[in-house]
């Protein structure tokens, strides 16, 4: 069972938009409806930002976003902002009945 | 306030065994999935688990099973990880979490504990 892929890095300025994928397969993102995000500032827990492919929990920006299509799941932040500067998860349910994480995105705000 | 209260920061020495636990306070514990996660130094998150609500079936990922044991005990809204021979590669930190049924709205963490194993 291999982590969700995940680009290691990207990057962006104040006010732009990004966008961090996340690949799998159709045992785990491909097939359910279950994939969350998570941000991760240095010596924090995480925090979920996206649940159930495009859902926020009360209290996230409406700067962040989910989509799905197909075996890849995307996370788009727009509108970057100095404090969005931090580690970034997907997550996924698997056919095990568990769950998976990516390897992580260090987003950089430039 | 609604929160997960984890026990506090352990140092081992390998081959020592270990049991951390997970807290729920101000909510129904028996209506959320508890999730273990682990965190090594300087990298990524990592499901080590899930427990359901009632206990009633307990999940591991392949990396972790076998290695680690999870449980519950209702009556005290607590969840733990257990260890029975600590190596020093168990080094991290462990957050717990919960999510209710038939979502991925893992909204809740505790603070983390950590974990130190050394010789």
């Known amino acids: 069972q291999s982590a969700l892929t995940q680009p290691a890095s990207v990057s962006g300025s104040p006010g732009q938009p990004i966008t961090i994928s996340c690949t799998g397969t159709s045992r785990d993102v491909g097939g359910y409806n279950y994939v969350s995000w998570y941000q991760q500032h240095p010596g924090k827990a995480p925090k979920l930002i996206i649940y159930?492919?495009?859902n926020r929990p009360s209290g996230v920006s409406n700067r962040f976003s989910g989509s799905k299509s197909g075996n890849t799941a995307s996370l788009t932040i727009s509108g970057l902002q100095a404090e969005d500067e931090a580690d970034y998860y997907c997550s996924s349910y698997t056919t095990t009945s568990t769950s998976l994480f990516g390897g992580g995105t260090k987003l950089t705000v430039l | 306030e609604v929160q997960l209260v984890q026990s506090g920061t352990e140092v081992k020495k390998p081959g020592e065994s270990l049991k951390i636990s997970c807290e729920g306070s101000?909510?129904?514990?028996?209506?959320?999935?508890i999730g273990w996660v682990r965190q090594m130094p300087g990298k990524g998150l990592e499901w080590m688990g899930i427990i359901s609500p009632g206990s009633s079936d307990i999940r591991y990922s392949p990396s972790f099973q076998g290695q680690v044991t999870i449980s519950a005990d209702e009556s005290i809204s607590t969840a733990y990880l257990q260890w029975d021979s600590l190596k020093a590669s168990d080094t991290a930190m462990y957050y717990c979490a919960r999510r209710p049924t038939a979502s991925s709205r893992w909204a809740l963490w505790g603070q983390g504990t950590l974990v130190t194993v050394s010789s």
């Open positions: 159930d492919v495009s």
């Open positions: 101000e909510y129904s514990f028996t209506s959320y999935f």
